[in-house]
């Protein structure tokens, strides 16, 4: 009798071990079984994972580093694009790659657009010559592929306050394919937005050291008008007048660009760190000013300077006034 109740005990004892080890297990992956989240850009991943925190682990399709304007899709981002619950876009036409991707790729997934209910900034006209040519030039790359953002400029997370959007809009999707997280993704959500009022409130303070007449913007490509607008810069000129980084300019943009700059005795030129300086410094060279070519616009970094979303804002907003000092 005495053995058959040890015999007992230990099935019982040994049973909770097991499910010890279970409730273990699944704390360890986060509550995250249930969905697999994707987004296609490191800063988008690195918002969505302070809303999703431990209910779900949120991966990037584009690698740190890679610029979503020349990014060239791989043949496994089709399987993980299959293999998400949820994939989180920036929308605005941002993501021109992701057409051929999302046919090709099974099964079916929520789509969450960071951007929706937000009215984007249409692209600018610019009264360069030859600029008829240069747009339908742009409109297609070598590849035949259309990149002119006719939806209109999509840089919104480059103001944080329009990034309260992005969280608003990601924990509505995170809920609706993950009800029972609903609580945990609007106590995040709330969370992180404090985290954002912060870093506006961070950016202004850091924009006052700059002389207002100091407070003019000259980059490669059109994609700081939101925080501009925020922040209370003036854009001098875009050297090429479009929204991708891949697109180029014609001699005539060229030398307007070194016009405006001479006028309005803008100090610096402003680049992200993935696009090409020489244009820039070859107009550098022609108007004194310096180029600041480091960036970091449309992605994170592994480690620091820009390690997350916040992280990347603070850096740019460093080297920005540190520019215009």
């Known amino acids: 009798m005495k053995k058959k109740l040890l015999s007992i005990v230990s099935l019982l004892t040994l049973l909770g071990l097991l499910l010890a080890a279970c409730g273990s297990a699944q704390t360890e992956s986060g509550e995250s079984g249930s969905i697999k989240v994707l987004a296609s850009t490191s800063f988008l991943a690195d918002i969505a994972q302070n809303v999703a925190g431990d209910r779900a682990v949120v991966e990037s399709l584009l690698p740190v580093g890679a610029d979503p304007h020349s990014y060239q899709a791989a043949p496994t981002d089709v399987s993980k694009i299959a293999e998400s619950n949820v994939l989180i876009l920036n929308g605005v036409e941002y993501e021109h790659f992701i057409e051929p991707l999302l046919e090709n790729a099974d099964g079916e997934r929520l789509v969450i657009e960071a951007t929706a209910g937000l009215t984007p900034h249409e692209m600018e006209e610019h009264g360069h010559e030859g600029e008829e040519e240069h747009a339908e030039a742009e409109e297609h790359s070598e590849d035949g592929e259309e990149h002119a953002h006719e939806a209109g400029d999509p840089h919104m997370w480059l103001d944080p306050n329009l990034v309260i959007t992005y969280v608003e809009n990601i924990r509505d999707g995170l809920s609706e394919a993950d009800p029972e997280g609903a609580e945990t993704y609007k106590a995040n959500a709330d969370a992180y937005i404090a985290q954002l009022n912060e870093l506006d409130v961070f950016i202004k303070e850091q924009v006052e050291s700059i ?84 960036l970091y616009l449309e992605t994170l970094t592994d480690g620091g300077p820009a390690a997350t979303y916040i992280e990347m804002m603070k850096y740019n907003v460093t080297q920005i006034v540190e520019g215009l000092k």
């Open 211 to 294: 002389p207002a007449e100091r407070r003019l913007l000259v980059t490669n490509h059109e994609a700081m008008g939101y925080f501009a607008e925020r922040y209370g810069f003036e854009v001098v000129d875009t050297i090429i007048p479009s929204l991708s980084s891949e697109a180029s300019a014609s001699a005539q943009e060229v030398a307007a660009a070194i016009e405006a700059i001479k006028a309005s005795g803008a100090p610096a030129i402003f680049l992200g760190e993935v696009e090409n300086a020489d244009l820039a410094n070859q107009i550098a060279s022609e108007t004194g000013v310096k180029v600041v070519d480091s």
